[in-house]
């Protein structure tokens, strides 16, 4: 079975400075990649995903995350955070042709932004 | 589109009362999930369904009941309340891509 992992459970940036977030899975082919942002008191909306092809996305809201298949990686950047990017990001996975329960997400890293 | 929508978006349960949340989608998609969110802890899968008359569980289903009789709507039940299913409830669907979600419904058990 696939899975996700978010190492980092909670990041602290200060506005203006670069981020990343990291995201690791496990999966024997390369599944279908996303990042979802949750803000506080809402629900997770799609920030960017990778199916396959050019191997760096561009996302909303200034996101991109590049995937790289030798590390198992796909890992969220943005090149200066804006306070208002405070919230819980989840990094997820879709087995393609894997059926209702091929979708797995990882655990969350909590963003706070510092003035 | 309205996309998923869950109603209610907030509730306050005594201990023992039943509910049901509500979960509706207009996109077609034959995958819907129920989630729910506690801080800290990330999202765990209540019940998932793969179409209308299929249901199957995900990693913490007691307590909770599903059904799903159209594509659209995925209710989710709760029988006899307690205070540990104090918590954010998320409806989520998918076409086979990407999930989308609804808006929550936040459930208190006193």
């Known amino acids: 079975a696939q899975s996700v992992t978010q190492p980092d459970i909670h990041i602290t940036v200060s506005e203006g400075a670069s981020l990343e977030l990291r995201c690791n899975y496990s999966?024997?082919?390369?599944?279908?990649l996303f990042w979802y942002v949750q803000s506080p008191g809402q629900g997770l909306q799609l920030l960017l995903k990778?199916?396959?092809?050019?191997?760096l996305v561009q996302g909303i809201k200034g996101f991109e995350a590049e995937f790289k298949r030798s590390q198992s990686s796909f890992n969220l950047r943005k090149p200066s955070v804006h306070w208002s990017d405070a919230a819980e990001y989840f990094c997820?996975?879709?087995?393609?042709?894997?059926?209702?329960?091929?979708?797995?997400f990882g655990k969350g890293t909590h963003l706070i932004i510092q003035p | 589109n309205a996309g998923v929508t869950q109603t209610p978006k907030f509730r306050i349960l005594k201990i023992g009362q039943s509910m049901t949340l509500q979960c509706t989608q207009d996109?077609?998609?034959?995958?819907m999930y129920w989630y729910r969110q506690d801080p800290g802890m990330g999202l765990k899968l209540i019940y998932y369904?793969?179409?209308?008359?299929?249901?199957d569980k995900g990693e913490v289903p007691n307590g909770y009941n599903v059904s799903r009789s159209t594509t659209e709507d995925f209710p989710l039940r709760l029988e006899l309340a307690a205070p540990s299913q104090t918590s954010v409830y998320f409806c989520?669907?998918?076409?086979?891509?990407?999930?989308?979600f609804g808006q929550g419904t936040r459930l208190t058990v006193v």
């Open positions: 999966y024997g082919a390369t599944p279908y």
């Open positions: 990778y199916f396959s092809g050019d191997t």
């Open positions: 997820a996975v879709v087995v393609p042709g894997g059926g209702a329960d091929g979708l797995t």
């Open positions: 996109m077609n998609h034959n995958y």
């Open positions: 989520a669907s998918r076409p086979g891509s990407e999930a989308f």
């Open positions: 369904s793969v179409g209308a008359g299929i249901t």
